[in-house]
């Protein structure tokens, strides 16, 4: 069974950075895809950014785009977010999703792509 932990959320004024960290264990990635989605206060969940783990390709939605950056660490069967240049809206829940064989571009940012899921990690941006 993998389970996936994130860390690394808390308060941080605008401007500021942060970064999450997502540890998976119960499967070592070799192939696949992870990545993170938020859900802020009345809003449905969406695509914030993912990574391939065999070719390390990376997509990102163009709201975070040039701030964020999404990497892997598979020494340590880990993802993280390196979140700069944080914005009040990018206010949220952050959950880490994967999936040990799906990694096609055009399914990489749907929620559908994923068999596993963090319990999410709280981001607030104070202006």
């Known amino acids: 069974q993998v389970q996936l932990v994130e860390s690394g959320g808390g308060l941080v004024q605008a401007g500021g950075s942060l970064r999450l960290s997502c540890a998976a264990s119960g499967h070592t990635f070799s192939s696949g895809a992870m990545g993170w989605f938020r859900r802020s206060p009345g809003k449905e969940r969406e695509f914030v950014a993912a990574i391939t783990w065999n070719e390390g390709s990376t997509y990102y939605a163009n709201s975070v785009k040039g701030r964020f950056t999404i990497s892997t660490d598979s020494a340590k069967n880990t993802v993280i977010l390196q979140m700069n240049g944080l914005k009040p809206e990018d206010t949220a829940v952050y959950s880490c999703?994967?999936?040990?064989?799906?990694?096609?571009?055009?399914?990489?940012?749907?929620?559908?792509?994923?068999?596993?899921w963090g319990q999410g990690t709280q981001v607030t941006v104070s202006s």
């Open positions: 999703a994967a999936d040990p064989h799906q990694d096609l571009p055009g399914l990489i940012a749907t929620m559908g792509n994923y068999a596993y």
